[in-house]
């Protein structure tokens, strides 16, 4: 079992940056992949990053938002700089065995971050 919780949202001007915390539970953390999806009003819950060895990023924010972990600290981060109204969402962290791209690919899932840009 594992639990996320993650912090760090909040309003932030465009162009501006946040930095958003997962700390994790469980002396088992290294052995999960981590991940970050999104989720906007009216709108499915989206892939953002993950990182297993390598990392993956979306397209949509590829080049601004950067994903890393420290495993001493079972912490994963999600860099986001040169933020756009477009980011706007509740910004959740997940862990999964066999995580990768898909929401069904994670077992384990904070509450969610609140990250507002505004134009």
């Known amino acids: 079992q594992v639990q996320l919780v993650e912090s760090g949202g909040g309003l932030v001007q465009a162009e501006g940056s946040l930095r958003l915390s997962c700390a994790a539970s469980?002396?088992?953390?290294?052995?999960?992949?981590m991940g970050w999806f999104r989720q906007a009003p009216g709108k499915e819950r989206e892939f953002v990053a993950t990182?297993?060895?390598?990392?993956v990023v979306a397209d949509s924010v590829k080049g601004r938002f950067t994903i890393s972990r420290d495993n001493a600290k079972n912490t994963v981060y999600l860099e986001m700089n040169r933020l756009k109204p477009e980011d706007t969402a509740v910004y959740y962290c997940?862990?999964?065995?066999?995580?990768?791209?898909?929401?069904?690919?994670?077992?384990?899932w904070g509450r969610g971050t609140q990250v507002t840009v505004s134009s």
């Open positions: 469980g002396r088992t953390f290294s052995s999960y992949t």
């Open positions: 990182l297993r060895g390598s990392t």
């Open positions: 997940a862990a999964g065995i066999n995580g990768w791209t898909t929401v069904n690919s994670y077992a384990y």
